[in-house]
């Protein structure tokens, strides 16, 4: 399948956007401890999370209405300023309201591009270009949470944040020779921005948004213990566990989007869920580099898999005029999952060995839950032409 000059102009946009917000985040358990926040560590990720789940009502339907092209550049700018503020942080507080702002960011950019990549995106081979479109994203969450530690080394950590902020200004270039795709799109207005509950959610991809929410929240340990368990197997790159997730999770999306075009999104689902248990189990129980690299594989496996499934079975149940609140329905299921896990690091993580371990244990049930819960749907649910091929 050939794919459009807009396809991969958003594809580069959303590859160089992941990979700026990525680049910092293995720092930044480091930099909250020098600030003497070694306690709030779960906060860090949690606090983005929530202001990108509370912006998802106000972006899905801006895309929907002023267009997806407006709605990115609103995420793209936040990063810009966010990043470049990161210097100035000199206390647990400036630091920490930062993140809650710059959360705003993955709030409105990917829902604005997702929208955008539904429309462009021929409906039987929806799996397929999502799994195109995913893995931009999977590269720059990999190379941004890689070079993360050897930039900061060479530039020192606000050198890595200019290098952040940069990388995100070259993700708005790419945005801006983007095609918009929506219809009519209308003036900007704030009463935009008075949302009702229908504005919220779309009911229809509330099975999808339910698998993705209890998936991620492993997402969310994985993005706050890894940093640490680098430390705790004596690995000086902080971001190790991503650089080699990023190998098999590139690897394996392109077939796993045709491979849901094929057998259909659940099947596919049950798959990629099955590995994610195992990822998380020999995550936390690691004792060895080797096992810990093994370990990032299979998680790179079970996203792979998992993620550009999500996506377009996202697309085939959202209605084409709420593409945007469909998108936006998914996205916040995913910042409450990662929202979940984050914080969840802070009632079972005390900084030991142990409780980490104990950590990771709990992802691999929470991700059982979500294996049970699409076989139920696969047995009970055949109220859509995707759910079964």
């Given at each position: 399948?050939?794919?459009?000059?807009n396809?991969?102009?958003?594809?580069?946009?959303?590859?160089?956007?992941?990979?700026?917000f990525?680049?910092?985040?293995?720092?930044?358990?480091?930099?909250?401890?020098?600030?003497?926040?070694?306690?709030?560590?779960?906060?860090?990720?949690?606090?983005?999370?929530?202001?990108?789940?509370?912006?998802?009502?106000?972006?899905?339907?801006?895309?929907?209405?002023?267009g997806?092209?407006s709605?990115?550049?609103?995420?793209?700018?936040?990063?810009?300023?966010?990043?470049?503020?990161?210097?100035f942080?000199?206390?647990?507080?400036?630091?920490?309201?930062?993140?809650?702002?710059?959360?705003?960011?993955?709030?409105?950019?990917?829902?604005?591009?997702t929208?955008?990549?539904?429309?462009?995106l021929?409906?039987?081979?929806?799996?397929q270009?999502?799994?195109?479109?995913?893995?931009?994203?999977?590269?720059?969450?990999?190379?941004?949470?890689?070079?993360?530690?050897?930039?900061?080394?060479?530039?020192?950590?606000?050198g890595?944040f200019?290098?952040?902020s940069?990388?995100?200004?070259?993700?708005?270039?790419?945005?801006?020779?983007?095609?918009?795709?929506?219809?009519?799109?209308?003036?900007?207005?704030?009463?935009?921005?008075?949302?009702?509950?229908?504005?919220?959610?779309?009911?229809?991809?509330?099975?999808?948004?339910m698998?993705?929410?209890?998936?991620?929240?492993?997402?969310?340990?994985?993005?706050?213990?890894?940093?640490?368990m680098?430390?705790?197997?004596?690995?000086?790159?902080?971001?190790?566990?991503?650089?080699?997730?990023?190998?098999?999770?590139?690897?394996v999306?392109?077939?796993?989007?045709?491979?849901?075009?094929?057998?259909?999104r659940?099947?596919?689902?049950?798959?990629?869920?099955?590995?994610?248990?195992?990822?998380?189990?020999?995550?936390?129980?690691?004792?060895?580099?080797?096992?810990?690299?093994?370990?990032?594989?299979?998680?790179?496996?079970?996203?792979?898999?998992?993620?550009?499934?999500?996506?377009?079975?996202?697309?085939?149940?959202?209605?084409?005029?709420?593409?945007?609140?469909?998108?936006?329905?998914?996205?916040?299921?995913?910042?409450?999952?990662?929202?979940?896990?984050?914080?969840?690091?802070?009632?079972?993580?005390?900084?030991?060995?142990e409780?980490?371990?104990?950590?990771?244990?709990?992802?691999?049930?929470?991700?059982?839950?979500?294996?049970?819960?699409?076989?139920?749907?696969?047995l009970?649910?055949?109220?859509?032409?995707?759910?079964?091929?």
């Open positions: 399948m050939s794919y459009s000059k396809f991969w102009a958003l594809t580069l946009g959303m590859f160089l956007f992941m990979t700026s990525n680049l910092i985040i293995p720092e930044l358990n480091g930099f909250i401890t020098t600030l003497g926040g070694e306690s709030y560590k779960g906060l860090i990720i949690g606090l983005f999370t929530v202001t990108a789940a509370l912006s998802r009502p106000f972006s899905g339907k801006m895309a929907d209405l002023v997806r092209k709605t990115m550049y609103v995420g793209t700018i936040v990063s810009i300023i966010m990043t470049l503020l990161y210097p942080s000199g206390t647990i507080l400036f630091f920490l309201t930062l993140r809650f702002f710059h959360g705003f960011s993955t709030g409105f950019l990917p829902t604005g591009a929208a955008l990549v539904t429309d462009i021929p409906e039987n081979k929806r799996g270009g999502m799994g195109v479109f995913g893995t931009g994203i999977a590269l720059g969450l990999g190379v941004g949470q890689g070079l993360g530690t050897p930039i900061a080394n060479a530039l020192t950590l606000n890595l200019i290098v952040s940069l990388t995100a200004l070259l993700s708005l270039l790419f945005i801006f020779s983007v095609k918009e795709t929506l219809p009519h799109p209308q003036p900007f207005t704030l009463r935009i921005f008075k949302v009702k509950i229908e504005d919220v959610f779309e009911k229809n991809v509330l099975p999808a948004a698998v993705m929410f209890l998936t991620t929240v492993c997402t969310g340990l994985v993005l706050v213990l890894t940093p640490d680098s430390v705790y197997l004596n690995i000086e790159n902080k971001g190790w566990y991503y650089v080699f997730y990023v190998v098999s999770t590139i690897a999306r392109l077939f796993a989007g045709t491979l849901s075009d094929r057998i259909g659940r099947q596919t689902l049950i798959l990629g869920i099955s590995f994610l248990i195992v990822a998380m189990l020999m995550t936390g129980n690691a004792k060895t580099e080797f096992w810990y690299t093994a370990a990032s594989f299979i998680f790179g496996i079970a996203t792979g898999i998992s993620s550009p499934t999500l996506f377009a079975w996202m697309a085939d149940l959202s209605p084409s005029h709420r593409r945007g609140v469909g998108s936006g329905t998914l996205f916040i299921a995913l910042e409450l999952g990662i929202l979940f896990g984050s914080i969840g690091t802070m009632a079972v993580y005390s900084n030991t060995l409780s980490l371990r104990n950590a990771f244990n709990g992802g691999a049930i929470v991700a059982g839950l979500a294996l049970i819960y699409i076989i139920i749907h696969l009970f649910s055949k109220t859509n032409k995707y759910y079964k091929k």
